[in-house]
């Protein structure tokens, strides 16, 4: 990258060949409305989940460590509130998803976020074991 | 308790070893002693043997798909790890480094066998099966995007093409009409997965440190400080400084 290049340049050129095949697919006849739909549910299910994760930490430093009790108890409160937000929102089922339950919903998506993460975690050990194309016998 | 009573079922049998592998990944990532890290380890490999055994255990749950998916990714997984400890632990001049290579190229042909194979559960196709190989072509494409831009061009270019030859290429070499559709809903649906985790995940993170940073200052004076005689705050300086040491160093057992 050369100099003066910024992060959102980079950012939109490594986009523009994804969005160059997605708009190919559309005009296959590929159907996005379930997409915005799945990026809502994604969005509030793992924010839900990262701020339970971080209370989850808190909570152990704290009883572990004698650490402050505000930082988890704080953590803990945003937490209710959070699942409190997904559970009025997913409360009556989504018809694109197909699910009618927000327990349903939260764990189907729990399933799918975990998906990503494996599917993630499998290409960063193929990269990081990579020895480089002029690997030779010692 | 009265699902503990009970029958085992998802509850017990899936959902219970998920939570035990997230509470023992927490402890296993975070500065503890060394036993309960070995512990912790013991119940995260203990969880996963229970999820990936949950399309047994539980053949009529939904959720026993994503067991399957694990399931069938032991074998790849085993041998990419295998490279990377190899790697990572500098024995490459034991095994040599094609040894390294050839873990590679066979897992990554087991994946494209798996693929050929077109795993099914419950009389369909896997669902969490369909978005993984979904989501990794899409991840593996993006790596390669954003790798383009630090290449010369025709470097760029080349990695450009191949990651639109990942995507849109096994969008049409699927075996019928309808599992090449499939493909294509599925990657929208990765995009949709990926696009929005992203968001919520660095939202969260976001509030974290802003919780963080708000109540952190509560705690910045410390009571006592003015009762300590010169002798007790250089031993003080002294253990903190130990402290930081031990971090800064990755060093071993932390003193009880």
């Given amino acids: ?138 | 308790m009265g699902l503990l009573a009970a029958q085992p079922g998802a509850f017990d049998l899936f959902w219970l070893p998920l939570a035990a592998t997230a509470i023992g990944t927490m402890i296993l990532t975070t500065r503890n002693p060394r036993q309960a890290k070995l512990t912790a380890g013991a119940i995260v490999l203990i969880g996963l043997g229970f999820i990936a055994l949950s399309p047994l255990t539980l053949p009529d749950s939904p959720s026993s798909a994503f067991g399957q998916l694990l399931l069938l990714l032991v074998g790849p997984l085993s041998l990419v790890l295998l490279a990377l400890w190899i790697k990572l632990e500098d024995r490459g001049d034991v095994f040599g480094k094609r040894f390294i290579m050839s873990m590679q190229m066979m897992a990554s042909l087991w994946l494209v066998m798996l693929w050929v194979s077109q795993p099914e559960f419950g009389g369909t196709g896997n669902y969490f099966w369909e978005l993984w190989w979904s989501t990794t072509l899409l991840i593996s494409a993006l790596f390669l995007f954003i790798a383009a831009n630090f290449e010369q061009r025709n470097a760029s270019l080349l990695y450009i093409a191949l990651g639109v030859a990942l995507i849109f290429g096994f969008s049409l070499i699927e075996i019928s009409a309808q599992q090449a559709e499939g493909f294509r809903d599925s990657t929208v649906e990765a995009v949709a997965i990926l696009f929005g985790s992203l968001l919520g995940i660095g939202s969260a993170i976001v509030c974290w440190f802003v919780i963080v940073q708000r109540l952190h200052p509560d705690e910045s004076e410390f009571p006592l400080a003015e009762q300590l005689s010169d002798d007790e705050r250089r031993e003080l300086k002294a253990k903190l400084a130990a402290d930081l040491d031990w971090i800064a160093g990755k060093g071993g057992e932390v003193d009880e």
């Fill in chain 1, 1 to 138: 990258m050369s100099e003066g290049q910024s992060l959102h340049g980079l950012a939109l050129r490594s986009l523009l060949p994804l969005a160059f095949i997605l708009s190919i697919w559309v005009w296959m006849g590929t159907s996005m409305h379930a997409a915005l739909d799945i990026l809502l549910v994604t969005f509030i299910v793992s924010f839900v989940l990262t701020i339970g994760w971080a209370s989850m930490c808190s909570w152990w430093f704290c009883l572990s460590r004698r650490a402050a009790v505000n930082v988890p108890l704080a953590l803990s409160l945003v937490l209710g509130i959070g699942v409190l937000i997904a559970t009025i929102v997913f409360d009556e089922g989504w018809e694109s998803l197909q699910l009618n339950s927000a327990v349903a919903i939260i764990l189907r998506s729990t399933l799918q976020i975990l998906t990503m993460a494996v599917s993630l975690a499998f290409i960063l050990a193929l990269v990081l074991s990579d020895v480089g194309p002029n690997a030779e016998e010692e």
